[in-house]
């Protein structure tokens, strides 16, 4: 007996040279033909251009400009028609700077620089055993208690409940500071004086780098953000090199003052100077100015070479620094367009 087969008959067309299709069904069945032969997937969207005159039939498909559509027959991969660059923007989030606005902004970095240059000085004189233990302490307590004045002043989201949990923390911080002091003073006791003045000016550095100048190293009141990675390990830094500072004291009172002293400032001292310049600029250019007076007038009692030096970082701060940036706006140029990847244009916060 024959086995009888099944074949798949597809429809037969006129073999000639240029065939002619005499109806709108038989055209989309040989389409539909040659894109199973090509084994194309049924998601890639290929536009045909079904237009015939006379007796031609085109092959050229029509180029669209779709995302995630794969390579289209005819086109290669990196193919864009004549409205490509329609869209592109130049220098679209280019901000016009004013010189005076810069400097005004500059100023909360010359702030700290004098912070930090003070902090050394208290080392300094501590380490010449100029300032003894109660002198330390009764500038522990008073910068304390002016740090929490100024919050009671400026900060308008400080509730009652927020300021008891700031005391409770300072409490819990200074007694543990206290008990800690001992092992400070002997913590680098087989390292060189050498080794530890150079790991300190290191320190002392890094942490000027990453600080964050704009913000504060605690979370302020109402604050939306955290304090970022940089930042903590600015912190971490000064830290440390209190520690190693700390260690080449002669008794545990003196480690107590000059610890509790050193985190005071690194602390404490953005957060005050962050709730200033939010409660009143003015009022942040006023305290910036005669803090920058008051540190030169002691680095200059000090060493006169230093009070060069400060006064050089501070005028390049202040002055060269938001000229050059002033300068080189001209030069900038920036081309946005559809290419560029999409950005919020809002923030995600808890």
Known sequence: MRSQSTYLTLPTFKTQKNPVFPTQLQRFFFSEFKLRKLHLPYSRAIVMDTSTSGDSFPTRCKWRKVAYGGMQ??????????????????????????????????????????????VVLVWTYTLRSTLNENSLLLLDVSLLGSGFLILLLTEEMLSLNLLLHYVLNVSFFTTGLYVLAPIYQTLTRSISSDSIWSVTVSLLLLHLFLHDYSGSTIRAPGALKNPNLTSCISLNASIVASVFLASRLPSRLHVFAIMLFSLQVFLFAPLVTYCIRKYSFRLHLLFSFALMAVTLTFVYSLHRLLFVLLVGMLVFVNVVCPYWLIRIQEYKFEINGPWDEAKLCFDITD
């Open 73 to 118: 027959p005819g086109f290669d991969d990196n193919h864009t028609d004549g409205t490509f660059l329609e869209d592109m923007v130049m220098n679209a989030n280019v901000v016009k700077r004013n010189m005076l606005k810069v400097m005004q902004d500059s100023v909360s970095i010359s702030q700290y620089l004098c912070i930090v240059a003070l």
